[in-house]
T-cell receptor, first 112, second 107 residues
Framework: ETGVTQTPRHLVMGMTNKKSLKCEQH?????MYWYKQSAKKPLELMFV???????ENNSVPSRFSPECPNSSHLFLHLHTLQPEDSALYLC???????????FGSGTRLTVV | KNEVEQSPQNLTAQEGEFITINCSYS?????LHWLQQHPGGGIVSLFM???GKKKHGRLIATINIQEKHSSLHITASHPRDSAVYIC?????????FGTGTRLTIIP
């Protein structure tokens, strides 16, 4: 148990589907992050939420839609994805002023 | 723009060997992270350091702020150490990641 829980662990979806990824932490952290990890590439920051407010959108296509209803939960809503969106999506959290991050186990997404 | 480079990209060694993975970054940072990623995908934080050296069991991490360089060492390596090791620099409230080093320890 890493402290950051992601569901589902694996997801296969068609290009016309709509699905959501979920991230949950009860560590008391105020900042939550979505990262994308494609094969042979470094992790890329997608979105940052701080106290439920989005503070960064790293030029992510609108087919990815984040939602942060409270400081403990973060969602990534997916619709009309492309095969090149297949990747590992990782959630992380931390507390402002603290350099330490806690990562989840990731959701491996395959778009067919 | 900060860039993080790791070497080697892949490393295969025999059980028991001493392992070194290197990380260089291009701009001043607040902290340097070493992360471990197993085949399932989850990432575990091994070390976070701003100066000097840290040790945890068989793992040692060092950083040289002047040279913008960090190393991760594994002593008496074991097959269970096989994983991808990722260096990430923290600066301007952001993490910048290296591409990772895939380590395979052969029994």
């Amino acid at each position: 148990e890493t402290g950051v829980t992601q569901t589902p662990r694996h997801l296969v979806m068609g290009m016309t589907n709509k699905k959501s990824l979920k991230c949950e932490q009860h560590l008391g952290h105020n900042a939550m992050y979505w990262y994308k990890q494609s094969a042979k590439k470094p992790l890329e920051l997608m979105f940052v939420y701080n106290f439920k407010e989005q503070t960064e959108n790293n030029s992510v296509p609108s087919r990815f839609s984040p939602e942060c209803p409270n400081s403990s939960h973060l969602f990534l809503h997916l619709h009309t994805l492309q095969p090149e969106d297949s990747a590992l999506y990782l959630c992380a959290s931390r507390t402002d002023g603290n350099y330490g991050y806690t990562f989840g186990s990731g959701t491996r997404l395959t778009v067919v | 723009k900060n860039e993080v480079e790791q070497s080697p990209q892949n490393l295969t060694a025999q059980e028991g060997e001493f392992i070194t993975i290197n990380c260089s970054y291009s701009v001043g940072i607040s902290a340097l992270h070493w992360l471990q990623q197993h085949p399932g995908g989850g990432i575990v934080s091994l070390f976070m350091l701003s100066s000097g050296k840290k040790k945890h069991g068989r793992l040692i991490a060092t950083i040289n702020i002047q040279e913008k360089h960090s190393s991760l060492h594994i002593t008496a390596s074991h097959p269970r150490d096989s994983a991808v090791y990722i260096c990430a620099s923290f600066g301007n409230e952001k993490l910048t990641f290296g591409t990772g080093t895939r380590l395979t320890i052969i029994p």
